[in-house]
């Protein structure tokens, strides 16, 4: 069973920077897909950033694009996001979540449309409030 636990949640002024990270466990041998979600009060959650384990292509939300970096640790399975120039709209419960590709068709629907890739596995979530 694939687990995940993230940590870096906290409090930042506007314009100040957090670093999510997030470590997970319970692999096969295969790739796998590692997103970042959030989840304000009142909203849907959404994706914000994701990466495969097969390479370095990197995805980001229109909200978050030049501000937020997504990377992973390949020998830790860990995958990070820096956060700068943070915004109150930032505010929200930061989860990550992988899924495994056990299939051809599951590894090219990713890179066919990484956003609509669904997971499966997924952390408990970690605060990250922006004050104004």
């Known amino acids: 069973e694939v687990q995940l636990v993230e940590f870096g949640g906290g409090s930042v002024q506007a314009g100040g920077s957090l670093t999510l990270s997030c470590t997970a466990s319970?692999?096969?041998?295969?790739?796998?897909?590692l997103g970042w979600f959030r989840q304000a009060p009142g909203k849907e959650r959404e994706m914000v950033s994701c990466v495969s384990s097969a390479d370095s292509t990197r995805y980001y939300s229109d909200s978050v694009k030049g501000r937020f970096i997504i990377s992973r640790d390949n020998a830790e399975t860990t995958v990070y996001l820096q956060m700068n120039s943070l915004k109150p709209e930032d505010t929200a419960v930061y989860y990550c979540?992988?899924?495994?590709?056990?299939?051809?068709?599951?590894?090219?629907?990713?890179?066919?449309?990484?956003?609509?890739?669904?997971?499966?596995?997924w952390g408990q979530g970690t605060q990250v409030t922006v004050s104004s």
């Open positions: 319970g692999f096969t041998s295969g790739d796998y897909a």
């Open positions: 979540a992988a899924r495994e590709f056990r299939s051809y068709y599951m590894s090219n629907f990713f890179l066919r449309d990484p956003f609509s890739y669904e997971y499966i596995a």
